[in-house]
């Protein structure tokens, strides 16, 4: 049976850049757990292109980074926004090159908010972080408990296993249909390949 959400990741096209290091942000572990942050967001948060690959310049509509962040362009974030997600903000981010030089001031941060308590956690087998006991560091598998979701959410992070972000189907269609670049969705049973 088909589910109706996917995961959000980044695909890896070539020229195109990685990107690592945030900076400008203090608690940036607010960001992993949902912790609402546009009142108190900086308009000088950056991110570098990997100097790790000095060749791959080119910008994406998503971009993949070290953080574990959804970063997107203003394109993407429009889109997004017109979506009318509830519980997800946007955050201002500079993407710098790798000779430190301003590559562009037009891309965000996607952050959903307020993560979903949806994981069948017994069936997901999770190992718990041994520092934040409210953190699953590792799932065996990926256990959606569905009767737990609002169908108002169409993009969210579960609650306690904050490297995941789900987007409904239809909504990931809509993306594709638009033509951005630089996004790969798996199904929940492709857990194990993200």
Same mark, same amino acid.
């Given at each position: ?13 070539? =020229? ?34 990997? +100097? ?69 956690? +017994? ?65 929940? =049973? ?5």
């Amino acid at each position: 049976m088909q589910q109706d959400y996917l995961f959000w990741a980044s695909k890896r096209i070539e =020229n195109v850049c990685q990107l690592v290091d945030l900076k400008g942000v203090e608690r940036e572990w607010e960001l992993d757990k949902g912790i609402p942050r546009m009142s108190s967001f900086p308009v000088n948060a950056t991110m570098r292109m990997d +100097d790790k690959r000095p060749n791959n310049t080119l910008l994406a509509d998503n971009l993949f980074n070290t953080c574990g962040l959804i970063v997107v362009s203003e394109r993407l974030k429009k889109y997004l926004s017109s979506q009318n997600l509830v519980e997800v903000e946007y955050l201002p981010l500079t993407i710098i090159d790798h000779k430190g030089r301003v590559a562009s001031t037009n891309y965000f941060i996607v952050h959903p908010t307020n993560p979903v308590n949806c994981l069948n956690v +017994d069936q997901s087998d999770p190992t718990w972080s041994s520092i934040d006991k409210t953190r699953i560091k590792e799932l065996k598998r990926f256990v959606l408990d569905e009767s737990k979701l609002t169908n108002s959410r169409g993009m969210f992070r579960p609650k306690n296993y904050y490297v995941a972000t789900l987007i409904k189907r239809a909504l990931a269609e809509s993306i594709d249909m638009e033509g951005f670049t630089g996004i790969r969705w798996f199904e929940l =049973n492709q857990f194990a390949q993200l």
